[in-house]
Structures are given as C-alpha cells and as structure tokens.
C-alpha cells in the first residue's frame, strides 16, 4: 500500500512518526505533499518518506490519501486534485470542521473517512474519532483503524454530530486540562510553593492519575470518592469546587466548543 498525505505539518509529522514506528507501513511508501521546501526537506532527512510540492502527484501514487491541512485550504487542494483519486482510494480527512458531504463534491469521491484526532497522538495516546462515507467497505475499515491505533485509541461513531461531541470532549478537551493544570500551579505558587515545585507536583499528579484511572477498574467517580475523607482536605477542597459550581462551568464551556464546532460545518 502507498499512503499519502497532502500537507506535512505537526500532525502529519506525528502521524508519519507513530505509523512507521508501528511498522503499519515502510517509510519508502510513504510520499508527503507541502508547498514549504523547508518543511519537505524536514521530513524527508528525519522519517525518510518521499517528498513532493504536488498534491497531484500524492493523489496519483496512494492507495491512501490522509488530508492533514486548514480548512481554509482545502478547496485549493481539492482543486489541484479532484477527479484525480484512484476509485478505490481511501481518503482520510483530519480537517476540523469539514464534512462528508463538502468532501465528497469539493473532491469528487466517495471513499471518505472523516477523522477527529487530538494532540496525544504525537506521543501516540490519542484519542481519534472517525466516520466513514457508506462507501468505505469492511477491509478499507480496517486498515483506517489499524492506522488509528497506532496513534493511541479510536472509536467510530454513526452520525457526524458525533464527531462534533468528539470535538468538544477529546479534541479541545487536551486544553480543559492543561488550563486546570496552569490554575493548579499558580494556585500553588500562592500558597508558597516555588514555581518548579508546583510544577512538578501538578504535573505528577495528572500524569499519575490518568494512569490510575487507566488501569482502575473503578469509575472516576469512584475513584475520586475513596480519596475524599468525611471532614479532609479533599473534601474542604471539593465543597469549594461545588461552591463554585465547576460542573456548570464545564458543561457551558464543552457546549460552547459543541456550538462552534457545529458551526465550522
């Protein structure tokens, strides 16, 4: 199989890292399309993949086509190609926002994969949402999935508002908890604590309670429950949270990113 890509930025670059790490595929067969020179001779002196300037070229020579670029550039490209895919050619859209039924009639082709990944696959603990067009038989499935889990985990839905709710929980949700992460550590620096010290603390603590939980059988409800002693800290801490209402904020600020995101289609 030779897989495509039009458009080698951070994403691409993390997706071409993780699936030849995989060895889901051999570097020779791999072939990136970019208009920056800079940025085709990057990828080609770190991950050995074949570079081009044409996404013609890209279209012509995949059996897989991974759409990595802005929305706003997606017509151009779909310009440059359109009518130029191999009939049973599988392309896989990373583009926020854009839908199935755009890419369907912007790239004339009915083989389509809409994917919604997150910044946790570059170190491939992503979480990627995915729809296929009905066109896409059972083996196409397959290989998007088996290209998918290289990345971290996956999940199908069947509607694409589901990519939407994907979009407001795991594909914006990386930056909920890094802001949580910022307010912890300037939370502690107030209390006394040098900024390297909460840092670390912070840090350590997120990164060991996803693991936790990763590997717990136990809710996350649960989980949070038997580290909350009637009449402790934690508990003084979760009153005030509550206080607060942390849940309503959240709630408004994942519906306001499920708005948006359903507003970019």
């Known amino acids: 199989m030779n897989l495509g890509f039009i458009g080698g930025g951070q994403m691409a670059e993390a997706i071409i890292d993780a699936i030849t790490a995989n060895q889901f595929i051999n570097a020779g067969d791999v072939i990136v399309g970019d208009v920056s020179e800079e940025r085709r001779t990057y990828l080609n002196e770190n991950f050995s993949v074949i570079t081009t300037p044409s996404n013609l070229e890209v279209a012509e020579k995949s059996d897989l086509v991974l759409l990595a670029i802005k ?8 310009k440059e190609i359109a009518g130029s895919l191999k009939p049973s050619c599988t392309l896989v859209s990373i583009v926020a926002g854009t839908t199935l039924n755009t890419l369907q009639d912007l790239f004339q082709h009915d083989v389509i994969v809409r994917v919604m990944p997150n910044t946790p696959a570059q170190v491939r603990m992503g979480m990627s949402v995915w729809m296929p067009t009905k066109n896409v038989s059972a083996s196409e499935k397959t290989v998007v999935i088996k290209l998918l889990q290289c990345l971290g985990k996956e999940m199908e839905v069947e509607d694409e508002s589901g990519l ?45 309670t996803s ?55």
């Open 71 to 78: 929305p706003q550039d997606v017509p151009a490209a779909a």
């Open 164 to 208: 939407d709710m994907a979009t407001a929980i795991s594909g914006s949700g990386p930056a909920y908890f890094l802001l949580f992460l910022e307010h912890l550590i300037e939370a502690g620096k107030k209390i006394g604590l040098t900024e390297s010290q909460a840092a670390l603390l912070a840090k350590q603590t997120l990164f060991g």
């Open 211 to 265: 693991h936790l939980i990763d590997l717990s059988d136990f809710s996350p409800t649960q989980l949070r429950e038997k580290v909350t002693s009637p009449g402790g800290t934690t508990e003084q801490a979760i009153n005030k949270f509550n206080d607060l209402n942390l849940s309503s904020i959240v709630e408004a600020a994942v519906k306001a990113a499920f708005e948006k995101s359903k507003g970019l289609g």
